[in-house]
Antibody
Framework: EVQLVESGGGLVQPGGSLRLSCAAS????????MSWVRQAPGKGLEWVSA????????NYADSVKGRFTISRDNSKNTLYLQMNSLTAGDTALYYC??????????????WGLGTLVTVSS | DIQMTQSPSSLSASVGDRVTITCQAS??????LNWYQQKPGKAPKLLIH???KLETGVPSRFSGSGSGTAFTFTIGSLQSEDVATYYC?????????FGPGTKVDIK
């Protein structure tokens, strides 16, 4: 059974940084692209970033480009999201999502439960 | 970026009713459209990909159709467990975008 467990969320001040992690199990992590998707409280879903199975291809939403960096460690079956220069607009539940393909395709067939990031002074 | 719109934003229907949600893309996305179900307090779940292909294990009362810019999601006979928010999402390019969601509840 596919399991994705996010961690690393918390309360951070505006301008601060945070690194999220997503531990994957139940599938061959190195065979699939992965994404981060966020959901602000009471709002809809917003795709944030994606990475191909070996990390050679990375994509970002305009809202986070230049501030967030996606990465992965296939030896640890873990996906990361380094978030810098955080603003209140980044407050959200951050989900890790598995893609159905090796390359980034955008079909997310498994999701974690999310980790909450709150940006506030 | 490709903008996605959905209508209605919410609906209330009786058990057994047929429910239809529409999704419109701001440009041609061919068949590159997914539908997700998100129950309150839960993570989204993929129901349909490629506009009309049902995921394994998803009840057959769910269906999708459309191509280009106009898409439809249908629940053939609404059940109480279908109370959720439903999102469309395009994957025509590598900047994926979701619709604003349609909240479905029971009358």
């Amino acid at each position: 059974e596919v399991q994705l467990v996010e961690s690393g969320g918390g309360l951070v001040q505006p301008g601060g940084s945070l690194r999220l992690s997503c531990a994957a199990s139940g599938f061959t992590f190195s065979n699939y692209a992965m994404s981060w998707v966020r959901q602000a409280p009471g709002k809809g879903l917003e795709w944030v970033s994606a990475i191909s199975n070996r990390g050679g291809s990375r994509n970002y939403a305009d809202s986070v480009k230049g501030r967030f960096t996606i990465s992965r460690d296939n030896s640890k079956n873990t996906l990361y999201l380094q978030m810098n220069s955080l603003t209140a607009g980044d407050t959200a539940l951050y989900y890790c999502a598995k893609d159905v393909n090796t390359l980034v395709q955008g079909v997310f067939d498994s999701w974690g439960l999310g980790t909450l990031v709150t940006v506030s002074s | 970026d490709i903008q996605m719109t959905q209508s209605p934003s919410s609906l209330s229907a009786s058990v057994g009713d047929r429910v239809t949600i529409t999704c419109q893309a701001s440009q041609d996305i061919s068949h590159y459209l997914n539908w997700y179900q998100q129950k309150p307090g839960k993570a989204p779940k993929l129901l349909i990909h490629d506009a009309s292909k049902l995921e394994t294990g998803v009840p057959s009362r769910f269906s999708g159709s459309g191509s280009g810019t106009a898409f439809t999601f249908t629940i053939g006979s609404l059940q109480s467990e279908d109370v959720a928010t439903y999102y469309c999402q395009q994957y025509d390019n590598l900047r994926f975008t979701f619709g604003p969601g349609t909240k479905v509840d029971i009358k």
